[in-house]
């Protein structure tokens, strides 16, 4: 009879390197320092026997997604900060504080590559995430386990950033219109589409502009299907991740799927959700407009139900004159 023993430990307490005269030399410093630093979760999987608070990820291969960074392109710098307004004859609340974001320093054009904007707004709760990314020349055609052929666009992600809310202060609308004006003139993108049904003015305002603006509201298993098309780009190398944001890699890493629908674990997902819109639009997945520019509130008629004034979510504030994007 055999007995098969098993023992979870570290790498380097089972396969110590100490050297002499320094009994609390630790390895890991030295020696596993470039793994920690790179991918903090797969080094803790792979060499410290630690896995991830996650089962079931989406991602059965999540070391893809490090494999993705291409720590040669440019990445994005941004400021966090905040706006104030004092409203002294206000009833309540005379002080408002918004989070704003400064756009730092941009990665430069790639010239004669097409632009996509994806926008997953929040004001509140939830972070106003825009994500950014253009397509190369490369293709690749693969069969998928069900034997069908899949066209795979090799897509680069230059950037997500986020107006993340603070409690007292929200989401400034105001400087993500004016973000996303300077974004959509330097890199001349080409299509911009917004999760959810509150943007009808800033898409109204691009279209005037004379961008291809939608609101792009989609099922659950829609957005399985981006998800899974995502998966195929990671798992055959045709995306790339721009260095520096560890955040978008932790939750698409700890993205999971419950029956027939995409959800979070530890993490959030706003950012991966903005991911696998963009690279869907970029890639030509998405088959015309997914909305009017008038959708529907969810009392079923344009006017009815909670809209983008009544929830503070337009683009533009009711308060404000509507003044011309140029």
Not at 47 to 62: D, K, S, V
Not at 94 to 113: N, Q
Not at 280 to 287: D, H, M, T
Request: negative net charge; proline residues 6%.
């Amino acid at each position: 009879m055999k007995i098969l023993l098993k023992q979870r430990t570290k790498t380097w307490e089972v396969n110590p390197h100490f050297e002499k005269g320094h009994p609390l030399w630790t390895p890991e410093a030295e020696e596993f320092e470039e793994e920690f630093l790179s991918d903090g979760v797969d080094a803790m999987t792979r060499i410290m026997a630690r896995p991830p608070l996650t089962q079931g990820g989406f991602f059965e291969n999540p070391h893809t997604i490090t494999e993705a960074v291409d720590r040669n392109l440019v990445p994005v710098v941004t400021t966090v900060g905040e706006r104030q307004e004092i409203i002294a004859h206000a009833v309540d609340n005379p002080i408002r504080r918004y989070v704003t974001l400064t756009l730092d320093s941009l990665p430069p054009k790639a010239e004669g590559r097409p632009y996509y904007i994806h926008c997953d707004p929040g004001l509140k709760k939830d972070a106003f995430t825009l994500a950014l990314c253009h397509t190369t020349d490369g293709y690749q055609t693969i069969e998928t386990a069900k034997g069908e052929r899949e066209q795979l666009q090799r897509v680069v992600v230059d950037f997500v950033i986020a107006w993340e809310p603070r409690y007292p202060r929200v989401v400034d609308y105001l400087n993500v219109r004016s973000t996303l004006k300077e974004l959509v003139h330097y890199y001349d993108v080409k299509r911009v589409t917004f999760d959810r049904w509150n943007s009808v003015e800033g898409i109204q305002e691009l279209v005037a502009m004379g961008v291809d603006a939608d609101d792009m509201s989609f099922s659950n298993a829609e957005q399985l299907a981006m998800y899974r098309y995502l998966r195929l780009a990671f798992y055959n190398d045709m995306i790339t991740l721009a260095p520096g944001d560890e955040k978008t890699q932790l939750e698409l890493k700890f993205i999971k799927q419950k029956g027939n629908e995409i959800v979070h674990d530890l993490y959030g997902k706003d950012r991966a959700d903005a991911v696998a819109a963009v690279v869907w639009n970029a890639a030509g997945r998405a088959e015309g407009p997914a909305h009017t520019h008038f959708p529907k509130g969810r009392g079923g008629d344009a006017r009815s139900g909670p809209n983008a004034f009544t929830q503070g979510l337009s683009f533009v504030c009711a308060c404000v004159i509507r003044s011309s994007w140029c």
